[in-house]
Structures are given as structure tokens and as C-alpha cells.
């Protein structure tokens, strides 16, 4: 018997594409670089190598743009984007000097999207506790599908998948066919004990302030989020990253789960959500309070001698 539907499920999970707690499953977008042409292009940039969170931040404010922006935002958000991956193609250098790349090759770019709108679907649950119905899971794909459209490069092969089934058969297929273990992948995966503090949003004054404590605390900060991103990765993913997977894992797993699910319950939106997505619920929520108070009907009331 298919399960009804439930429209609070839908927007707690819209809610949670705007949560803070997003951050710690970030690592699990690492199945990007498992698709060796984008690791050869994302190696030649030298972002990584300099801070690899400030690419963090740069990748999940873009995101998050295009899934809580206005419609021209989102617009303008993805045509900056496709023109500024116009710069990058060419050919890697040191273990990837043999491999061609261009981030606009659909095979890349829809990979990538593909692996984002998974990043947040696959951590609702651990974040949330809620566990979504097959109806409800396809809805909230078809959500993040309508968020990211404008970023589809034009043709009639470039479209991402349709529904969550074929993203997943998409998925399954990338995984056995076309993912491969590199020196890029399992060399991010050992630095994310040696996470670096962002060198944006943050001002300079508090980075050199919370840089001696950061210090102390990265190991068991990156030991976190490689454990709940990793948590969340398909396992053949994780076996190209390196990292060796336990049973301890799987208990510390849920171990950090129960500590976010209880966090989403019970901090403020203020605590819980990016600006951008507390500003656009409540700028909702006013919008229904002026709704409330407008006529049904701007037609004589019956029996009213006007009529």
C-alpha cells in the first residue's frame, strides 16, 4: 500500500536544505573527485592545496543561492558559474598529466549537480531523523531538481536526470563504470584531520584569535565530519577514498546523529538555518499573514440590496 504523502516531511525537508548542520556531511561531495577528469581540474586550480574550506564555503554558498534565491538570482548565480568554468579545460599536471578535461562536458557538470542534490538528500535523515516514503523522497528530488535547472547546459543530452529513480540508476552506473581511486581523492581524505579555518567569512582578527584552539581541536573536528560525510557516501565511494571503514564507525555514526537530530529539534531557527533560508521562511510566513486578512470575493455579500 503506497504511504500518503505528508506535506510537514516535504518542508522539513526544504527546511533542512538550509540547515547548518548541512556542513558536517560537506565531505561526502568528495564523490566528485572520484570522476578522475574532474579531480585532474580541481588538482590544477591549486584551491585545494591553499585552503580547501574556503572552496567549501565558495561550493555550498553557490548552492545554497540557487536552492533559497530569488528566481533571477538563481539565473544570474548559474550563468556566472558556466562562465567562469569556460576558463577551466585543458590538460592536468603531475599524477594527472596524461588527463584531458572541460568542466562544461556534461559528463562532468552533471555529475557534480547530481552529487550535490545527493550530499543533501542522503544527510536529511541523519539530520533529521525523519525517514522519507518512496512518493516523498522523489518529491523532495523533484525540489532540489527545480532548484538547480537553471544550472542544465543546453542540449538535449545535458538535462539531469528526471526523477530521484533515474538520478540513482545515474549514480549506480557512474559508481561501476566510470569511478576510479586517485592520489587527489585519498590525499583530500587525509587532510580533512588538517582542515584549515576558512579564510572567508571569517574576519581576520577573530581567524588569528581562534587559530591556536583550532589547532588543537581540527583532529577530532575533521575525524567528525570525514565519519558523518562518510557515513552518508556510497560504500564504493568510500573504498576509493582510502579510508578504511569499521564497525566502530558505524556506532560512532549514530552516535553523532542522535546529537544532530537533537540539535534539530530543539535550536532556534536563528541557530539552525543559513541567513538567506531563515529570511525566506519568514519573509513566507508574512506573506501568508497578509493573505490572511483579503476578501474570498469582491462580489456583493448575499442578500445584500446592492446585489
Not at 228 to 237: E, K, Q, T, V
Request: charged content about 20%.
Amino acid at each position: 500500500m503506497t504511504q500518503p504523502v505528508r506535506p510537514k516531511v516535504l518542508a522539513e525537508f526544504r527546511k533542512h536544505t538550509g540547515s547548518t548542520l548541512g556542513g558536517f556531511f560537506g565531505a561526502a561531495a568528495f564523490d566528485e573527485v572520484a570522476l578522475v577528469p574532474v579531480a585532474a581540474a580541481v588538482d590544477k586550480t591549486g584551491r585545494f592545496a591553499t585552503n580547501f574550506a574556503d572552496r567549501g564555503v565558495r561550493s555550498g554558498f553557490s548552492a545554497l543561492l540557487a536552492i533559497w534565491g530569488d528566481a533571477q538570482d538563481k539565473v544570474a548565480e548559474a550563468d556566472r558559474l558556466k562562465m567562469m568554468h569556460r576558463e577551466v579545460r585543458g590538460r592536468g599536471s603531475g599524477d594527472f598529466a596524461d588527463v584531458r578535461y572541460s568542466a562544461l562536458d556534461p559528463r562532468l557538470w552533471n555529475w557534480i549537480a547530481v552529487s550535490g542534490m545527493f550530499v543533501v538528500l542522503n544527510s536529511f535523515t541523519p539530520c533529521t531523523g525523519i525517514v522519507l516514503s518512496d512518493a516523498e523522497r522523489e518529491l523532495a528530488y523533484a525540489q532540489l531538481l527545480d532548484a538547480f535547472s537553471a544550472l542544465e547546459l543546453p542540449g538535449k543530452n545535458s538535462k539531469l536526470p528526471a526523477t530521484y529513480a533515474e538520478a540513482t540508476e545515474y549514480y549506480e552506473s557512474m559508481v561501476r563504470d566510470e569511478l576510479q581511486a586517485n592520489a587527489f581523492l585519498q590525499r583530500v581524505t587525509v587532510d580533512l584531520t588538517r582542515l584549515p579555518l576558512p579564510t572567508l567569512v571569517l574576519p581576520a582578527p577573530l581567524r588569528r584569535l581562534l587559530t591556536p584552539p583550532w589547532l588543537v581541536l581540527r583532529p577530532v573536528a575533521g575525524h567528525v565530519l570525514k565519519v558523518c560525510s562518510f557515513g552518508i557516501l556510497h560504500p564504493g565511494i568510500r573504498d576509493l577514498t582510502g579510508f578504511k571503514w569499521q564497525s566502530r564507525h558505524d556506532l560512532e555514526f549514530a552516535l553523532y546523529c542522535r546529537v544532530l537530530q537533537l540539535a534539530w529539534r530543539v535550536l532556534p531557527d536563528k541557530l539552525l538555518l543559513i541567513p538567506l533560508a531563515r529570511n525566506r521562511i519568514e519573509y513566507e510566513k508574512l506573506v501568508r499573514v497578509h493573505r490572511s486578512v483579503a476578501l474570498d470575493s469582491f462580489a456583493p455579500p448575499a442578500g445584500c440590496p446592492a446585489g
